[in-house]
Structures are given as C-alpha cells and as structure tokens.
C-alpha cells in the first residue's frame, strides 16, 4: 500500500479522517451542548455529495480509516447513500460510525449492509433517570434496544465511549465495564475535553482522570497492556479472560500528541487539524468555487498539513479553551 502523500511538518503521515456529516443532533449531552443549542443553517452544512468528494480527496492521498460522525450521523438524511459509496472503497481498510445509539434499532442493519465495519456507541449510565439527565433525553430503553439489534447485525466490533465525570457516574464504571463484557463488546473512558462552554457542571470539580477509572476497574478486573492501537489517544487494555478490551481517552493527562496520525472535517467543511486548536481550513467554500476540480481539493489538503500543530494544550481548569464544541467538530 502506498504510504499517506499527507506529511505534516514533524513528520506524522495522516491515515485517519473523521468526518462529520451533521452538527445537529437528537440528544442534548450537559458536556456537549445546551438545549437551545443553534445549528449552523443547512446550506452551511456540506451536501452528501460534497462529503463524498472530501472522503474522496484524502482517500487518494492515502486515508486508509474514515470515522463518521456528528452531531448524531443517523440523524443525517441520505447518510446510507454516502455510507454505500465509500463503503465500496476498496483503499479503505476500515469504515466506522460514532452514534449516540438513538437510531440503531432500525438502522444497524443498513448500515452493515452499507459496508460499515465497526460502531462506536456512546453510553454513559445504565440507570434510566441518570441516562436522562446526562442526555436530557429519557431514551435509554431505546438506546440499549439498538446495541442488540447491533450486536446481532454482524459488526466486526462494536465499542462502547463513556464519558466519566465525578459525582455524576463515575460510581457506574464497573457497571459499564460488566455490560460490555457480558455481550462481549469494548468500552472506552473518556476524560471531559473543555470543548464549549456547559452551563450544568464545573469541569474542573467533575473531571475524573482515566487512572482513576482504571484504578477502580483493577480493584476487579485484571488488566493485561494490550498492544492494540489506533495511532489515536487510546491506550488499551485487555480484561483478563473475555473478549474485552478497555480504552482510555486521556487528552489531559497523557500526551499522545506525537503519534496523531488524523485530521477531522466538520460538517460545515473545515478542516481541523487538531482538536485541540482553532485554527481551521475552508474546504467548502473552495468546492463552491471550484466544483468538481478534485486536482485542486488535493493539493489544499497537501499544504494544509503544513499547518498541523505539534500538540494541544488543554488542561482540566474551567476556562473555555477551544470554543468550537464536540457536536461541531465530531467526536
Ligand atoms: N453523537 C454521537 C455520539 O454521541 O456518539 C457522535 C458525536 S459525539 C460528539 C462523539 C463522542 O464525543 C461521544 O462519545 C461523546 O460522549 C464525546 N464528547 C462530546 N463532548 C465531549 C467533551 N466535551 N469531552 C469529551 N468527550 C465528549
Ligand atoms: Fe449529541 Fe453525541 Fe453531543 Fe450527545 S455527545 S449531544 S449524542 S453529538
């Protein structure tokens, strides 16, 4: 396979976009965004052919991994279109989905069938009033009903993402992690990112580090290091005799800016370089200007990496530091 032509100035080859195909969303997460969030008006949002032509753009530069995102992605219309499309991408080695999981009792199979290869479902709580108040949706019955019909429909692996914050369900984290290994799927903890102003929590008294989530889960479980990566934040670990693997996404207290091997397009068309900064490049309005010159799409993004920054700086006091948030740049 030809290596990634997307070099960045310290030498990181990019092989994974996410790609954000909506901000809106049918959920309202407290660490995400408000009820009255305002979503960008539609004609701003890319059109399902334009996305196409961005996953098009960096799979012939050498992508090899494309993660759908949002907002909610199965809120999007015509999303299994799009899926069908680049799942027929034979460079592609894998085609992933991020989902709050709302969806999935009706759409899982569509999506199998569209060529996606693996899920990640964010679940938080299993308790239904909890559920209700991180999400300020009361659809956990629905949400759990999807990851069965899921599990049923042939995925290659389907993930489970909690964000962990104290006080709010960090008493749940063996809870989580017995669920996932009962019906033999993965989890990942997530440490909060200050990514959008919330109004329901202070960050720093809620932030819950991912040794601590580990800490707890290891007064149970043995933990054996496991070299699977994904270039990503991830580190992983194996619960000792299941299929289980455990992720932590430690933005805060682990740097794994060195090894970042991956640029994220908002539904909007910005290319975002790096979570952790504001700095964004405009592809939508390039493809406006210039319709269909594929030529020119790839020589942006070729220049554009000459931007990627080296690291982020986040850290866990309650100042905003990115002001973009999580709904608008995909998770
Ligand atoms: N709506 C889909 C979902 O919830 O899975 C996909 C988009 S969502 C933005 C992707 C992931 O980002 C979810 O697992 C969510 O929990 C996580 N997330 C959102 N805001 C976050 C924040 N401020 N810090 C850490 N994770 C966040
Ligand atoms: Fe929606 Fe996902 Fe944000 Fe929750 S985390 S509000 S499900 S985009």
């Known amino acids: 396979m030809p290596d990634s032509q997307l070099v960045d100035p310290f030498g990181r080859r990019i092989t994974y976009l996410r790609l954000s195909v909506t901000d809106r969303c049918d959920f309202r997460c407290t660490y995400c965004m408000s009820e009255d969030m305002v979503f960008a008006p539609r004609a701003q949002i890319l059109t399902l052919e334009e996305l196409y032509a961005v996953a098009d753009a960096f799979i012939s530069l050498g992508v090899r ?6 907002g909610e992605p199965l809120v999007r219309k015509g999303l299994s279109s799009l899926l069908t499309r680049l799942g027929a991408r034979e460079e592609l080695e894998d085609l992933a989905i991020t989902t709050n999981g709302s969806q999935l009792h009706s759409l899982a199979s569509t999506l199998h069938a569209a060529g996606v290869k693996r899920l990640n479902i964010s679940l938080d709580s299993l308790r239904r009033e909890r559920f209700a108040e991180l999400t300020r949706r009361d659809q956990l019955d629905q ?3 999807g990851i ?3 599990r049923q429909a042939g995925f290659r692996r ?3 993402n909690s964000v962990i914050q104290k006080g709010r369900n960090d008493d749940e984290v063996l809870d989580l992690v ?3 290994v009962a019906r033999g799927l993965d989890i990942s903890f997530i440490e909060e990112m200050p990514l959008g102003s919330v109004s329901s929590h202070q960050r720093q008294i809620t932030f819950c580090s991912s040794d601590e989530v580990r800490e707890r889960i290891e007064a149970r479980h043995n933990l054996v290091r496991s070299s699977h990566s994904t270039g990503g934040p991830s580190r992983y670990w194996q619960v000792a005799g299941t299929e289980t693997q455990v992720g932590f996404i430690s933005p805060h207290s682990h740097n794994f800016c060195g090894s970042c091997n991956r640029v994220r397009v908002t539904a909007e068309g910005k290319l975002v370089l790096c979570l952790g900064h504001d700095g964004a490049l405009d592809l939508k309005s390039l493809m406006r200007r210039h319709p269909g010159d594929r030529e020119r799409l790839r020589n942006a993004l070729v220049e554009a990496l000459q ?3 080296e690291k982020h700086h986040f850290n866990t006091d309650d ?3 990115v002001v973009r948030f999580m709904s608008m740049t995909g998770g």
Do not use: M, N
Request: charged share 25%.
């Open 158 to 160: 389907i993930k489970l």
């Open 319 to 321: 100042q905003v530091q």
């Open 65 to 70: 991994r494309i993660r759908v995102t949002g």
């Open 307 to 309: 931007l990627k920054p």
């Open 148 to 150: 069965e019909v899921a």
């Open 178 to 180: 017995d669920f996932a």
């Open 143 to 145: 949400v759990l009903a």
